[in-house]
């Protein structure tokens, strides 16, 4: 079975630091990946994805992320934290197979920023 | 568009009630999913349609949950009789067929609190 693991269910860093957000997939097959964010009382809304090519991918606010097929990883980075990325950040996979366009979800990381 | 339109945004009911949540996904899309987020199990896929059909319903808990879409743009998720540990933000959300890229938009989610 497909599974998603984000290490670190809450990271704390000060405004300015470097985020970093760890995510690792299990897949047989080259996965689509994606980073959500959802910020409190809302829904989730999509910061990057990766599906070929380039294997940096930019996304909304500053965050990237990188995937490496040797470590099987797709870490979410920031260079400077901003108070306004406290949120809670979810990484996800397409499931291989006929599954149509279901995404299997990491348990998310609550970033928490401080002043 | 206006997005995924859920409602209502807060339910508050006792044991035994009946519960109808209710999504509008976004006009001209396929795939139509419905989740439930707790602390305790995070993100949990319920059921998804394609085209108006129920593909999977596996992570349905119990017969108690139902769920419907009778046309392309209405939804509904019922849980009769509701029970305390129902209590969760229930998303809905909903893509398109494309190429794989599978970008799943939500909507602001039901907050439901049974007493």
């Known amino acids: 079975a497909q599974s998603v693991t984000q290490l670190g269910s809450h990271v704390s860093v000060s405004e300015g630091a470097l985020v970093l957000l760890r995510c690792n997939y299990s897949?047989?097959?080259?996965?689509?990946l994606f980073w959500y964010v959802q910020y409190p009382n809302q829904g989730l809304q999509l910061l990057l994805k990766?599906?070929?090519?380039?294997?940096l991918v930019k996304g909304i606010n500053g965050f990237e992320a990188e995937f490496k097929k040797s470590e099987t990883s797709f870490h979410l980075t920031k260079p400077s934290a901003h108070m306004s990325d406290a949120a809670e950040y979810f990484c996800?996979?397409?499931?291989?197979?006929?599954?149509?366009?279901?995404?299997?979800f990491g348990g998310g990381t609550r970033l928490m920023v401080k002043p | 568009d206006a997005g995924v339109i859920q409602s209502p945004r807060h339910e508050v009911t006792e044991m035994g009630q009946e519960v109808t949540l209710r999504c509008k996904p976004i006009?001209?899309?396929?795939?139509l999913f419905w989740y439930r987020q707790t602390m305790m199990r995070g993100l949990e896929l319920l059921i998804y349609?394609?085209?108006?059909?129920?593909?999977?319903d596996s992570g349905m808990p119990e017969d108690r949950f139902s769920a419907k879409m009778p046309n392309a743009s209405f939804s509904t998720l019922k849980i009769q009789p509701s029970e305390p540990r129902d209590s969760a933000v229930y998303f809905c959300?909903?893509?398109?067929?494309?190429?794989?890229?599978?970008?799943?938009?939500f909507g602001a989610g039901s907050r439901l609190t049974v007493l």
């Open positions: 990766y599906t070929t090519g380039a294997t």
């Open positions: 959300a909903s893509s398109m067929t494309d190429t794989g890229a599978n970008v799943l938009t």
């Open positions: 996800a996979q397409k499931r291989a197979g006929n599954a149509g366009n279901m995404l299997t």
């Open positions: 897949s047989s097959v080259p996965p689509y």
């Open positions: 006009s001209g899309h396929d795939y």
């Open positions: 349609f394609n085209n108006n059909v129920p593909i999977d």
